[in-house]
């Protein structure tokens, strides 16, 4: 069990690009949560996802972030014209079920930066 | 908001020594979770203890929980070199969302 990939490690974008940012769950799991964590920041919440809904995105911001988890293949994160204030480490978390009793598998990130 | 909130800390201890590092919460939980984050990595989940529970252990780590004062304490004991990293406290609301505070920095000094 390879447990959750997150690709690419470390992204860099120049202001106005985009950024992509991928995560696939741990086998079997099909809820899916991004967070974002500023330096010397804990993580936020951003999104919550299952395949092919989204739960929850009351941590995204409203313009140029969204978030899909599709059928097949992996969630991904996408921002569209980055700006500085993007930079951050992007971390994905998977669990098998919603029962909130068990913790929750994390990433190791991907560190976006924009210059 | 977030519901779970260290005691912002950066301990710096000697190898064998425990360290405490604290954690207060907001609203009624069902549960709380510790996660370590080494330097430049991703999270690793620790311990969970639910509300109906007051303390656990798990190998060297043991957690309280005091719902009347909505704090948590997490106690490493005999800290190794390896310990060394940011320890976080989280709470689960709404949708699954876990609210995490800003860690505690522990450096062991070897």
């Known amino acids: 069990n390879a447990g959750v990939m997150q690709n690419p490690r470390h992204l860099v974008r120049r202001r106005g690009q985009e950024a992509r940012l991928r995560c696939s769950p741990m086998k079997g799991h099909s809820h899916v949560y991004w967070y974002r964590q500023l330096p010397e920041e804990g993580l936020k919440f951003m999104v919550y996802?299952?395949?092919?809904?989204?739960?929850?995105e009351s941590g995204m911001p409203k313009e140029r972030f969204s978030a899909e988890f599709p059928k097949e293949g992996p969630s991904i994160l996408r921002i569209q014209q980055v700006v500085r204030g993007d930079s951050a480490a992007y971390f994905c978390?998977?669990?098998?079920?919603?029962?909130?009793?068990?913790?929750?598998?994390f990433g190791s990130g991907t560190r976006l930066t924009v210059v | 908001s977030q519901q779970g909130e260290e005691d912002p800390q950066a301990l710096s201890i000697q190898e064998g020594e425990n360290a405490t590092m604290n954690c207060s919460y907001k609203t009624s939980i069902n549960n709380l979770q510790w996660y370590r984050q080494n330097s430049g990595r991703g999270l690793v989940h620790l311990i969970l203890?639910?509300?109906?529970?007051r303390e656990k252990h798990s190998g060297r780590l043991r957690v309280t929980l005091d719902t009347s004062k909505k704090s948590s304490s997490l106690l490493i004991t005999a800290s190794r070199a390896a310990d060394t990293a940011s320890y976080f406290c989280?709470?689960?609301?709404?949708?699954?969302?876990?609210?995490f505070g800003k860690g505690n920095q522990v450096v062991v000094i070897p």
């Open positions: 989280a709470s689960i609301y709404g949708n699954n969302r876990l609210a």
């Open positions: 996802l299952q395949k092919e809904n989204i739960i929850d």
């Open positions: 978390a998977s669990s098998l079920t919603t029962d909130y009793n068990y913790g929750y598998t």
């Open positions: 203890i639910r509300s109906n529970e």
